[in-house]
């Protein structure tokens, strides 16, 4: 998978299965239940989630999950989505909406200075300071997946090595 080429932060792959949704769900279970500590397993219904072992995980590690669709024929549909693992992409995303709060707030009292003609330079430029976060936020979150390329790379050749076996 190409992960330099993407704008978004979350990657997502598809793949298509001539094998039904049982029977690949079952692959996934023998992996579990053989112990291998490569990689860490979670299976809930039709879905499924890849995470680095803990003594290889980082703050950037990566996760996957995956979700088992059904399709006629006995065929079977994954969708695929990697990520940041759920507390630091909970953090990102309270710090977009603080960030996003601030600049509605100022760009709230600088209307109304405008409107009751009182200087409103302050209030421009915390608002010029949020965007400059904002962008600053994205940056930060493009490195981060950057330095979970590696580990991203051995989640995808694990899903697929369990997927031949």
């Known amino acids: 998978m190409d992960t330099h080429n993407e704008i978004r932060l979350r ?3 598809y793949k298509d299965l001539n094998e039904p949704v049982n029977a690949v769900r079952q692959k996934f ?3 579990k239940n053989n112990g291998t500590e490569d990689c860490h397993l979670k299976i809930k219904h039709n879905h499924i989630w890849m995470n680095i072992p803990d003594g290889k995980r980082e703050y950037w590690s990566p996760h996957l999950h995956l ?3 059904p399709k006629e024929n006995n065929e ?3 969708r695929g989505l990697f990520g940041p693992e759920p507390t630091l992409w909970t ?3 309270f710090l977009h909406f603080l960030v996003a709060g601030i600049f ?3 760009g ?3 209307y109304s200075n405008y409107v009751l003609k009182q200087p409103t330079t302050m ?3 915390v608002m010029l300071m949020m965007v400059i976060v904002w962008f600053l936020l994205y940056f930060i979150a493009k490195q981060i997946r950057f330095k979970g390329n590696g580990q991203m790379n051995e989640l995808e050749g694990k899903f697929l090595e369990i997927l031949e076996s």
């Open 11 to 13: 990657l997502r792959f």
């Open 108 to 110: 709230a009292i600088a």
């Open 104 to 106: 509605l707030i100022f």
């Open 123 to 125: 209030n421009l430029i």
């Open 29 to 31: 279970e023998n992996y």
């Open 76 to 78: 079977t549909h994954i």
């Open 67 to 69: 979700e088992l669709e």
């Open 91 to 93: 953090l990102f995303m």
